[in-house]
Nanobody
Framework: QVQLVESGGGLVQPGGSLRLSCAASGRFRYINAMAWYRQAPGKERELVADITRGGDTNYADSVKGRFTISRDNAKNSVFLQMNSLKPEDTADYYC???????????????WGQGTRVAVSS
């Protein structure tokens, strides 16, 4: 059973920082792309940032220059360093991973359960 578990959310003041982590566990070959999404109350889930296995990254315009996505392939983990946080960053944050399994052979998309980030004074 493959699982993604996020951690690191919480309450932070505007201008503050948080670091989110997501680790995959279970039986699989390796992980291709990984990503962070977020969903604010009453809004659709949106892509925040993604990263290929080789380390190429992509960011939503709203977080460029403030957020940094990274990964540790040896630990099957992805991270999101969030700096200069704004109230509009308040949302549930979810990680997603494209995981290649031995059996059934193929790539499968998995989601974490989410971690809440609240930015407020």
């Amino acid at each position: 059973q493959v699982q993604l578990v996020e951690s690191g959310g919480g309450l932070v003041q505007p201008g503050g920082s948080l670091r989110l982590s997501c680790a995959a566990s279970g039986r699989f070959r390796y992980i291709n792309a990984m990503a962070w999404y977020r969903q604010a109350p009453g809004k659709e889930r949106e892509l925040v940032a993604d990263i290929t296995r080789g380390g190429d990254t992509n960011y939503a315009d709203s977080v460029k220059g403030r957020f940094t996505i990274s990964r540790d392939n040896a630990k099957n983990s992805v991270f999101l360093q969030m700096n200069s946080l704004k109230p509009e960053d308040t949302a549930d944050y979810y990680c997603k991973a494209a995981i290649v399994k031995w059996y059934p052979a193929g790539e499968y998309l998995y989601w974490g359960q989410g971690t809440r980030v609240a930015v407020s004074s």
